[in-house]
Nanobody, 120 residues
């Protein structure tokens, strides 16, 4: 399932970034979608989830109140607005189809991801 992330980069603590995930070959409105991140040398962490209807979302405790997941059905794009970034948000961010809230230990990315680096 082709997914292409973009929008990563380097930012100082307290700054913002907006990640995008362009989907092709399917409509994101037909699938549950997740944002997952991988810290250097560590496993994966579910950052945010949106159900197929687009009305139910969930966030990791570490990003609640700072990150917002959204989607644009017309552009077939999933987004993650990241505000008040912290050093510990530095990671490679992946978007993925499906609900990984209880299966994150089995996650294997199928896209290239986008690097987010937060510095002081």
């Amino acid at each position: 399932v082709p997914l292409v992330e973009s929008g990563g980069g380097s930012v100082q603590t307290g700054g913002s970034l907006r990640l995008s995930c362009a989907a092709s070959g399917f409509a994101i409105s037909s699938r549950a979608m997740s944002w997952v991140r991988q810290f250097p040398g560590k496993g994966f962490e579910l950052v945010s989830f949106m159900d197929a209807s687009g009305t139910w979302v969930a966030y990791a405790d570490s990003v609640k109140g700072r990150f917002v997941i959204s989607r644009d059905n017309a552009k077939n794009t999933l987004s993650l607005q990241m505000n008040r970034l912290k050093l510990e948000d530095s990671a490679v961010y992946y978007c993925a189809t499906g609900d990984w809230r209880t299966a994150i230990s089995t996650f294997s990315p199928r896209s290239q991801g986008t690097q987010v680096t937060v510095s002081s």
